[in-house]
């Protein structure tokens, strides 16, 4: 398994845990379950974990992704920019739940707080996961891009004018 299937593979789970994340702290919330908030906020931090995992990997997938024909690269670039700022928000998501979970287990008075910052701050780093998915998916998915945002000079078969445009009626 090369780093651009690697990437492929674990690029889904730090979109995913914020998400899950999300649901389970406003579990937490309405039902004042301090063990929910709890699970909310390790879910949290495993999203900043998959979040250097997948930055880990996009490098080497960039590598790879620019060999394939039909890629193009200003889409490959504004995915990276996008994942950038995801994941500095994801990092930063974690060590905020770090805090939240040790002030939880410490009865902190900020851990009264705690999981509404938190949830702000999840739903700042969603915004930027959704970018960053879309960016991503439109690498590789051209029924998701935009016209122009599709290199056709290197794409065999489907750009304009292709032989499968060609009809003989």
């Avoid at 389970?24 to 495993?46: A, C």
């Avoid at 690269?73 to 905020?96: D, P, Q, R």
């Avoid at 701050?121 to 998915?141: M, P, S, Y």
Wanted: aromatic share 8%; net charge negative; no cysteine.
């Amino acid at each position: 398994m090369d780093e651009l299937h690697l990437h492929l593979v674990v690029n889904h789970l730090p979109i995913i845990f914020p998400d899950v994340g999300i649901i389970i702290l406003l579990i937490g919330i309405f039902t004042k379950s301090e063990v929910t908030k709890r699970n909310s906020y390790i879910i949290f931090i495993l999203g900043a974990i998959t979040s250097m995992v997948a930055m880990g990997t996009g490098e080497g997938a960039e590598d790879s992704a620019t060999k394939i024909a039909g890629l193009a690269e200003n889409l490959i670039k504004k995915h990276e920019e996008v994942s950038e700022i995801f994941a500095a928000l994801t990092y930063v998501l974690g060590a905020i739940s770090l805090v939240a979970l040790i002030a939880s287990f410490r009865n902190s008075v900020i851990s009264k707080y705690a999981p509404f910052v938190v949830g702000i701050f999840a739903v700042v780093a969603l915004f930027f996961a959704k970018k960053a998915g879309t960016t991503g998916g439109e690498i590789r998915h051209t029924e998701i891009r935009t016209g122009q945002d599709f290199d056709y000079r290197n794409y065999e078969g489907n750009g304009p004018a292709s032989k499968s445009d060609k009809h003989d009626d």
